[in-house]
């Protein structure tokens, strides 16, 4: 298996509401990460694990939650969210971190586009 | 901090004609550039990266660090290269955060 999946492909939520966005990868990579892209935008970093463990949190609100609970599954815990974060919200992987002065190839879901009524 | 820049948000360009995008970064280390394309309906993917020095699709790409410059390249358009293009940078070692530039539409007109 050489992809990316995510799940839901399409959620609307109240801003109430519990939710949670779940991404899956088989390759055996390491690092995972969440994007958020705002229509006609570039995709913008959220959040990094490496080995399970949360590596960069780009100052994210705390609505947002994620978990890694193990090397092929990441989930993003919504939670109060605002009409303002409605977008789409897209997960990659990666072989590992960067090391030896190189990156590794980020691989894209094809995202979970949420629409916060 | 790390920047990149694309210029033009929309390009079209004949098939058979040469074709360009342009890329500026600005970053006080040693990044790594990184073209990603999404054609319709797909998922963001790799295009090329400026270590590999590779030709992907007939596309080539140069880091010149004198201009800060990345701009990605092809002699002769085909219609199925329109997508949307964007630039990206990773930074030292260390830094993995994947900036990327606000895009360029391309179009190639048969």
């Known amino acids: 298996d050489t992809e990316v999946t995510q799940t839901p492909k399409h959620l609307v939520m109240g801003m109430t509401n519990k939710k949670s966005l779940k991404c899956e990868q088989h390759?055996?990579?390491?690092?995972m990460y969440w994007y958020k892209q705002k229509a006609k935008k570039p995709p913008e970093l959220m959040f990094v694990?490496?080995?399970?463990?949360?590596?960069i949190n780009e100052s994210v609100p705390s609505r947002f939650s994620p978990e890694c609970p193990n090397s092929s599954l990441l989930n993003l815990h919504l939670h109060a969210l605002q009409p303002e974060d409605s977008a789409l919200y897209l997960c990659?992987?990666?072989?590992?971190?960067?090391?030896?002065?190189?990156?590794?190839?980020?691989?894209f879901g094809p995202g979970t586009r949420l629409t916060v009524t | 901090a790390q920047r990149v820049t694309q210029p033009e948000k929309l390009l079209s360009v004949f098939k058979g004609a040469p074709v360009e995008l342009k890329c500026n970064y600005s970053?006080?280390?040693?990044?790594?550039l990184f073209w990603y394309v999404q054609y319709s309906r797909q998922r963001l993917q790799l295009l090329l990266r400026h270590i590999s020095r590779e030709s992907i699709k007939g596309f080539t790409a140069d880091l010149n660090k004198g201009e800060t410059s990345f701009h990605l390249k092809k002699p002769f358009a085909q219609e199925e290269d329109s997508a949307m293009y964007y630039c990206a940078l990773s930074g030292d070692f260390g830094n993995e955060k994947l900036t990327f530039g606000t895009g360029t539409r391309l179009t190639i007109i048969p």
């Open positions: 694990y490496s080995y399970e463990k949360l590596s």
């Open positions: 390759m055996g990579h390491r690092a």
């Open positions: 970053y006080s280390g040693s990044p790594e």
């Open positions: 990659a992987s990666s072989l590992r971190l960067a090391a030896s002065g190189r990156s590794y190839e980020q691989y």
